[in-house]
């Protein structure tokens, strides 16, 4: 029996009024994409249909105010400013086609229909200049395959599942084409598959060389991998072939910041701030690594400047709430309250802009609001979300089963000797920072930041296209050779080289580490481990106002954290019970309740001779990236004890959440 057409599924029935279209049946496509909006209002391509059906029909206005609401639910959509720019060729309004098609094209810059009518537009304007670089941009198109553009239009638009299914399709009938396997590890990197971009992109490097967009693409998977002294020998090479490029530049800082170098970085981005003193981000990522730097009214400033470029930019109001000190002003949560409740602010600087209010009203002592925007900030980023509380249990149980001390005794003397790592683990806010600011100034020891050398290392253990329900790691490592252990060992010492200088111990403060202690066991056999641990509720609360500037997914929900620190606890048990005397626990209130006698147990057993310099931690400088970057630079203090309980009438969840962990963590 043939299926009714309101019945059938909406993909089906968009499929029909494109074939309408495409017969030149425009009322009838009309009529068919009005009854999808009845059901759909706000579905992207049924209003752009309409507005596209109402503009074959001479309906103007019509298709205009669609656009409108079109631009209401999806800003940033290349066809919807490519069809009203359509519309405004239609009144032969020339200036507003031409913008319209410009914001088209900067969107997706593979809209053949865009810039032939650009062409078209400017040289009917008299722009020649214009018009030959909009004839350039149609001779482009032209040179590449159809699956190739409609591929990179997709991905322009976010669509990332047809692109990558047109791009794969291709691919496997056409080989080594090299804009298909440039767009596919895009593709890569957008969705964090990073491994595959590398290889894709080394790929096509090799076919060819002088191939500079894929060149900065390698570039930015390697920066996005951590490899920043690789990423910066690639902008490197870049810039020596266009020394003033400023994506080039703008990427060298980047890959400077994460090596560290923050004094080169600086002066990169007031370079790049002379040219482009409206770019928000240059004034973000300045003042970022002003921060970093213990520069913190030059930060303020940078910020504020980032605010000034751009209104709405939440991750700008953000970052000063983040400083932990700053205050903000009636006028400043006024504009954030507005920017915060406008349809046009992006998710993203919505997210950002309820953690600040969150900070906002907390520093002014209204709670109950102040929850309120935490809880709207931490419901918006779970809902973009991906993470499952379970792979980290899967992975907790099976360390349990693998890592037994008949395992570790079994591999005795596996790995590299070299005392050099100090490790400190644990949740996120819970007073590592200050244990790191601590060992940092003494004389012997090197602060870093959070390392990603053994994550890294992790993920190419699990292998490629991870199966995390029944996962290749931990199990892997009872089939490593202790040559393998060895070579493991060295490789993060040798990776790790180039955040150090010349003290023989450095620290390494990946919280999420505390999942990995077997690994470390095996292939850094001698490491200092050092465990950091707060009360829960005041840990988890801390973490659920928090947003962090990547990872860290489980903090975004009552539900989430709370068994994240459940599952924490099983893990030290176990560690604790396999590894005995390896692990020491520094419990974040004795440190505050007692600062020597806390720092003489934590440097006797690091091997470390007392000196009263890590007593006056925040005198020293340096570069600290955390959360508590400027917490840490005042002297010890107790106001952070008790905060949540200002909190308690919304923490009951959470305190039935974490059942008996509030016992059990002492």
């Keep these: 029996m043939a299926t009714d057409s309101t019945t059938a599924p909406l993909e089906r029935r968009i499929r029909r009024v494109h074939q309408l279209h495409a017969d030149g049946q425009h009322a009838q496509a009309l009529q068919a994409v009005q009854s999808l909006a009845a059901e759909a209002p706000d579905h992207v391509e049924v209003l752009y249909l309409m507005a596209r059906s109402q503009r074959y029909l001479g309906q103007i206005d019509d298709a205009l105010h669609t656009l409108a609401r079109l631009e209401q639910v999806r800003p940033h959509y290349s066809r919807l400013h490519e069809e009203r720019g359509h519309c405004h060729v239609v009144r032969r309004d020339a200036p507003r086609a031409i913008d319209a098609l410009l914001r088209a094209v900067n969107i997706n810059p593979a809209l053949p229909s865009s810039w032939k009518l650009l062409e078209g537009l400017y040289r009917m304007t008299g722009d020649d200049a214009n018009a030959a670089m909009a004839a350039s941009h149609v001779a482009t198109l032209k040179r590449l395959a159809p699956e190739v553009v409609r591929a990179t239009g997709h991905f322009s638009d976010g669509e990332l599942e047809p692109a990558e299914q047109i791009i794969r399709a291709y691919l496997l009938k056409a080989g080594n084409d090299v804009e298909a396997m440039r767009l596919l590890a895009r593709i890569g990197l957008a969705r964090d598959v990073l491994e595959d971009a590398q290889v894709l992109l080394e790929a096509v490097l090799r076919i060819v060389p002088d191939y500079r967009a894929a060149r900065y693409d390698y570039a930015c998977v390697l920066l996005e991998r951590h490899l ?249 490592l009872a089939d490593l050779t202790p040559g393998e252990l060895l070579e493991l060992g060295k490789k993060y010492l040798r990776d790790t080289r180039i955040y150090r200088g010349d003290k023989p111990y450095f620290i390494d403060k990946m919280p999420n580490n505390f999942r990995h202690l077997g690994l470390i066991r095996l292939i850094l056999p001698n490491a200092k481990i050092i465990d950091a641990r707060r009360e829960p509720v005041a840990c988890c609360f801390s973490n659920l106002k928090q947003l962090f500037a990547t990872g860290q997914e489980f903090t975004y929900s009552v539900e989430d954290i709370a068994r994240y620190y459940r599952t924490y606890l099983d893990a030290m048990e176990h560690w604790d019970q396999v590894l005995p005397g390896r692990i020491l626990r520094v419990q974040h209130e004795d440190v505050v309740d007692d600062l020597e006698g806390s720092v003489r147990r934590i440097l006797d057993f690091c091997g470390l001779p007392f000196e009263t310099s890590c007593l006056e931690f925040h005198q020293t400088a340096r570069s600290v990236r955390t959360a508590s970057s400027e917490q840490v630079r005042r002297p010890i203090f107790r106001d952070g004890l008790d905060q949540w309980t200002r909190f308690e009438p919304w923490l009951g969840p959470l305190k039935e959440a974490l059942g008996d962990a509030r016992q059990r963590y002492r």
């Design 228 to 476: 920043y002294r690789h990423a910066c020998e690639e902008a490197e090479k870049l810039l020596a072939v266009e020394p003033d490029q400023l994506d080039y530049q703008a990427l060298y800082a980047s890959a400077s910041v994460g090596l560290g170098e923050h004094d080169r970085a600086i002066s990169l981005y007031r370079q790049l701030l002379q040219k482009m003193p409206d770019g928000a981000d240059l004034h973000l990522s300045l003042a970022h690594s002003l921060k970093t730097q213990g520069k913190q009214a030059e930060a303020i400033e940078a910020y504020r400047n980032a605010i000034a470029a751009r209104a709405d930019f939440g991750d700008a109001y953000w970052s000063l709430a983040n400083l932990k000190t700053y205050r903000f002003s009636d006028d400043e949560i006024a504009r954030m309250r507005t920017a915060e409740a406008a349809s046009a602010t992006q998710a993203v600087d919505r997210c950002h802009l309820c953690f600040a209010l969150g900070k906002a009203f907390e520093d002014r002592g209204d709670y109950a609001e102040s929850w309120r925007y935490y809880s709207q900030g931490n419901a918006l980023k779970r809902a973009q979300s991906r993470y499952r509380a379970e792979i980290i249990e899967i992975n907790t149980r099976k360390q349990i089963e693998v890592c037994t001390r008949e395992f570790f005794a079994s591999r005795a003397g596996t790995g590299d000797p070299g005392p050099d790592p100090i490790f400190i683990v644990g949740l996120p806010r819970s007073g590592s920072t200050l244990i790191e600011q601590i060992l940092a100034s003494h004389s012997c020891v090197e602060g870093t930041h959070e390392l990603g050398e053994i994550p890294r290392m992790v993920l190419d253990l699990q292998g490629r296209q991870p199966d995390f329900d029944h996962p290749r790691y931990p199990g892997v």
